[in-house]
């Protein structure tokens, strides 16, 4: 296993690359089934949700679309349990089947703010995908309609995911190491 040090902590490989890819590429499988017929829109939550994002639709094998949203509820490896919209949704979204894209589910106050803010918005329908869940930690009584991996509550960097705004290009996952 190797090790980054980004910024004042260490991080060790947790999950490589080629699983992470290979995993994103059967959800698209199993989204594009589900959803076929529909042209559904994805919801990317930036910042974190990038890179996963870019890797299912590349793996998509019906029409569907793709916007982006910018919330923020982090400092540091802490969430601070408030969620600020920072670029929102310009899309109309009547009628419309609507996939919220994640970089992690945690305690689910963010994906709870945002169903809720797209209910407004009388879509069809609205699916929670997320590259990383966290099930012990959710507060939210929320459905996952579809998760990459389900991993334990630590903190976690790479593949998106970042401390303090550094390490997200990272190819492989990372855990924080206790020093």
Known sequence: MS???ILDKTFETSMPEAQIKARVKELAQQISKDMEGKNPLFLAVLNGAFIFAADLMREMTIPCEISFV???SYQGTMSTGKI???LGINEDIAGRTVIILEDIVESGLTIRQMIDSLGTRNPASVHVCTAFFKPEKLKENLKIDYAAFEIPNDFILGY??????QGRGLKDLY?????
């Open 84 to 86: 600020k919209e920072v």
């Open 175 to 179: 855990t924080l190491v206790s020093e």
């Open 3 to 5: 090790r980054v040090k």
């Open 70 to 72: 910018k919330l923020a």
């Open 160 to 165: 998106g995911l970042d401390y303090d705004q």
